[in-house]
């Protein structure tokens, strides 16, 4: 992972027991179309541990209310609650302030939270924004967005072969016009971790904030954003764990609080008349309307399990994993890593000579095999490599070698079924 | 359900054959209608050439990409439209429709194309059997706009 990353992978990491976690998540003792069920899409979404469903649970028949207004005692639980999971984000994130941690419905919203109140409030005509080829979608078009609304324009750092950011054209690309360095920590397409510190480093050199979209990262490494000193950092919960309509925008606090509210409601005013309205403190400002509850309850829940197993431990069985899955594939003729960055996360985006990602996906799943096929919403990346799209296996902390072995056994099967 | 079965039933052997030796597969250089297709979920694209005259399809040729299913079905479309009426073309895209998508339609003859009726146990591959067709239609109405199977 990042050089954060790699200097705790050398730590001693404490061995995972992989049976004992794959207990915490009874959907993986499934088969599906009579095999075993090989859980290999976690860039897409993990699989929920026991302790998450049973906090979402526990709130729903104990203590669901609505919170920061009832006087009554479920909605002081369910305040204390939810509020808990502010600070275990805080905490996960090595922020200074619980009231930078800004609870949304995943790193899509957190993103164009960012273009809508900071961009329009912010930018003019010409500013520059500036991404790598190796954005999500959710990375690339909240800033077209933006474009459309104020006339700011992208510009874009390629990358090489491996799948790499071209360091030194990214900072050609910094330039008087520059106004937002905003990029991917992990690429989802490829697993290329991007060197966010140096990339902080040089942006603030130029007096430019950064946002860095974690939705790949921070399932599979430490992150912390006062090392960093990245100015935002946006991920989701559900690929950490944690229930789907959750996600997290962290901000430092100078920069939220000079940033109007992006939308009006409920929860975020101090006082309404039809004159005017004051708006309530951070982070408030940023949580209009009853937000999702039970989803916080349950993120906290989940940083609470991935603390208990160490994030150290996890990122040692992944890079593990994930080396395992590489020389396999390199030993299978016609099979192609696309994406060989020497940074890389547990994903492992491939092609098959002669079989179509999809095919490939239909017959890995008739294996019990679940991948991802398409372009994983990285169309640019897909464009580069001059691909309609890639098969992509990714890993968790429960998965296993024997899983990985599964992997490229029904990759045998496919090129064998279509005669490759 | 026996899966290499329902897998055998997807890849029948016409389909390998029409995606590894794709008919009609090209741009056509007199064509006087062109359609575009794209399905978003995975990227797949296909452009589909038609030369119409006298209210029949004289001439047919289609390009892009696409897995197997998507290629195969273009392939073996292109072979069952050529040189007819434009109205028993689009009858043809309703009864291929309704053999891949719904359940309840007793199975007229469509032919060659029957061998994609094994893609309505797959229902995330429907559109890939389906957006050569749907392109069609589009080229036929003479549409600009590019098909999309969403």
Redesign the interface.
Known sequence: MSAIHDEVRHLQAPALDVETVRADFPILAQTV???PLAYLDNAATTQKPLAVIEAERRYYLEYNSNIHRGVHLLSQKATDAYEAAREKVRRFLNARHAEEIVFVRGTTEAINLVAQSWGRSQLKPGDEIVLSLLEHHSNIVPWQLLGQQTGTVLKVAPINDAGELMFEEFLRLLGPRTRLVAVAHVSNALGTVNPARAIVEAAHERGVPVLLDGAQAAAHGPVDVQALDCDFYALSGHKLYAPTGIGVLYGKRELLEAMPPWQGGGDMIRTVSFDKTEYNVLPHKFEAGTPNIAGTIGLGAALDYVAGIGLEAIAAHEAELLRHATEEARRIPGMRLVGTARDKAAILSFVLEG?????VG??LD?EGVAIR???HCA?PV?TRFGI??TARASFAVYNTHAEVDALMAAIRKAQK???R | ?S??G??RE??QEVI?DHNRHPRNFGRLADANRVAEGHNP?????VTVYLKLEGGRVADVKFEG?????S?ASASLMSEAVKGRPVEEVEKLFRSFHAMIVDDNVAPEDLGKLEVLSGVKE?P??VK?ATLPWHTLHNALLGKHEAATTE
Do not use: E, W
């Open positions: 179309r009579g095999k079989i179509h990602p999809h095919d239909t017959i008739s096929a398409g372009h169309m897909m309609p799209g079924f279509f005669g | 359900m899966d290499t329902d897998l997807l890849y390998f979920l995975c990227g797949d694209n990409q696409g897995c197997a299913i290629t797959f995330v591959r890939c």
